[in-house]
C-alpha cells in the first residue's frame, strides 16, 4: 500500500466503496471499487487485499473487472459475498450503459478468491412499485431462507430498500419493498432520492440495524443506521419496521468523508469498513482509501461505529512528543485527549473540540476521529488540521510502523 501509511488503498488507481468483504480461511478479505489504470472513476473492476490481523494488507491482482460486450460491460459495481454455498460466489451490480443502468451479476470465485468466472445476470429490474433504479444486492438469511435486499430509488423521488427472494442463488425473484423513507421512523433519515449500499445486520436480541447510505441527486451525502426489527407480512416475506421515537436514526459518521460501509460477519461479530472519500487526481496516482476497520455496536438503542481493538495494539506509535498549541499536524500520528481543553482546528471546518477520552487517528489528509461516546467522524482534505491544547490535556505520538505492538501504555 502506499500515499497513506496505514488506510487501506490499492498501490495506485481509483478506489471507492469496499465490497464482497468476508473472514475465511483466517483471513479478512476486502474487495473494493477500483479503477487500476487512473486515479479516477472510470470502467470500475473489483480489487482485492486481504489480511491475518486488520492491519497489514497484502494486495491481489484485480478480481475481474468489466466484460465486453457482457452484462457489466460498463462496470462492476457493488456487491457482496455470498456465504453459505458449496463454492465462493460474489453478486454485485453489473452496469449495463453509461447511464448506470444495473442488473444483479453473479461470479464463482476458486477457493483462494482469486481467480472468478465469467458474469451470469441473476435478477433485472422489476417493473412494479415504481422502482426507478436499483444497485447494491446484499444478501442475508432470515427464516430459514435467503434474501437479498438493493438499495433503491422509486417514483417521486422515494428512496428504499427493494427484496428479492433467492434460495436459488442463480435464480432471483423479485418480493416487493422492504423499506422505504415513506415507513413510520425511515423519513428520519435525511434527504435522499437513492439508499445506496443497504446493508442489514440481525443484532443477537432479535432486532436488526438498516445501514444506509444517502445518495440525494448525485450529491454523496452521511452514512445512518436504522435500529428496527424484521417482521413477516401474511406472504412470508420480511419487511423492516423501525423502533419508534427520536432514536430511530442516527448518523454513523460525522465528518465530511464518509460514505458506502459494508458489514461483514467475523468471530467477533459485526465489522465494517467504509470509503474515505477522494475527487479524482489528474495529477496524482491515486484517490481514495478505506478507514479504519470499525465494528457497529448497540447501546441501548442506539447504533455506533467503533474502532476495531486491534489497531491499538498493531500500530506501534513513539513517544510523547511535547505540545505546543497551535503545532501543524502532518505525516501519521495518533492522540489521546488526556484532560479538558484539548480539539483541533482546521481552516474549512473549524474547531473540533475533543472530550476527555477521544483519540484520534492522523494520515496524510485522512483523519479519524473516535470519542468515548457518539459517532465516529472521518475528514479529508488537502489542508492540515493543527493541534489545541497545553501540556496535560493532548497527548501526541507519531505511528512509527505497522505489526508490532504499541507498546505498553499505548492507548
Known amino acids: ?182 415507513d413510520a421512523g425511515l423519513a428520519a433519515a435525511g434527504p435522499a432520492d437513492v439508499w445506496e449500499c443497504a446493508q442489514l445486520e440481525q443484532l443477537p436480541d432479535g432486532s436488526a440495524a438498516l445501514v444506509l447510505s444517502l445518495h440525494d441527486r448525485g450529491v454523496l451525502g452521511q452514512v445512518v443506521g436504522c435500529l428496527g426489527r424484521i417482521i413477516t407480512d401474511g406472504a412470508g416475506r420480511p419487511r423492516f419496521a423501525a423502533v419508534r421515537g427520536s432514536d430511530a436514526v442516527q448518523v454513523l459518521d460525522h465528518g465530511n468523508a464518509y460514505y458506502a460501509p459494508q458489514v461483514a460477519q467475523d468471530p467477533d461479530g459485526g465489522w465494517v469498513m467504509g470509503w474515505v472519500r477522494e475527487e479524482a487526481q489528474d495529477a496524482a496516482d491515486h484517490a481514495g482509501c478505506m478507514t479504519l476497520p470499525r465494528r457497529l455496536v448497540v447501546e441501548g438503542q442506539r447504533l455506533r461505529l467503533v474502532l476495531d481493538p486491534r489497531l491499538r495494539s498493531g500500530l506501534a506509535l513513539g513517544p510523547p512528543e511535547p505540545i505546543t498549541d497551535g503545532v501543524e499536524l502532518s505525516g501519521a500520528w495518533h492522540i489521546l485527549a488526556a484532560g479538558p481543553g484539548a480539539g483541533l482546528l482546521h481552516d474549512t471546518f473549524g474547531t473540533l473540540a475533543l472530550a476527555p477520552g477521544a483519540e484520534v487517528w492522523g494520515d496524510g489528509t485522512v483523519v479519524e476521529v473516535y470519542p468515548t461516546g457518539g459517532a465516529p467522524s472521518t475528514w479529508r482534505h488537502d489542508r492540515p488540521w493543527r493541534l489545541r491544547g497545553q501540556a496535560g490535556a493532548v497527548r501526541l505520538r507519531r505511528v512509527l510502523s505497522v505489526g508490532q505492538p504499541a507498546g505498553s501504555d499505548a492507548p
Open 1 to 182: 500500500m502506499s500515499a497513506t501509511a496505514y488506510h487501506l488503498r490499492p498501490r495506485r488507481g481509483w478506489l471507492n466503496d469496499p465490497n464482497g468483504m468476508v473472514f475465511r480461511d483466517g483471513r479478512w478479505h476486502v474487495f473494493f471499487q477500483h479503477n487500476p489504470q487512473a486515479p479516477r472513476h472510470d470502467r470500475i473492476c473489483w480489487g482485492h487485499v486481504s489480511s491475518i490481523d486488520l492491519i497489514r494488507w497484502d494486495e491481489h491482482p484485480v478480481a475481474f473487472g468489466p466484460t465486453p460486450d457482457g452484462p457489466d460491460s460498463f462496470g462492476c459495481w457493488s456487491g457482496v459475498y455470498v456465504a453459505g454455498l458449496d463454492r465462493p460466489a460474489v453478486v454485485y451490480s453489473g452496469v449495463t450503459d453509461a447511464a448506470g443502468a444495473s442488473t444483479v451479476c453473479l461470479r464463482w470465485g476458486g477457493e483462494d478468491l482469486v481467480t472468478w468466472s465469467e458474469p451470469v445476470v441473476v435478477a433485472e429490474p422489476p417493473s412494479v412499485d415504481g422502482v426507478q433504479v436499483m444497485r447494491d444486492p446484499f444478501v442475508f438469511n432470515h427464516g430459514g431462507r435467503r434474501w437479498a435486499l438493493l438499495g433503491a430509488g422509486l417514483e417521486a423521488g422515494c428512496a428504499a430498500a427493494i427484496l428479492y427472494s433467492c434460495d436459488d442463488i442463480t435464480q432471483w425473484r423479485y418480493e416487493g419493498v422492504f423499506a422505504s423513507a415513506r
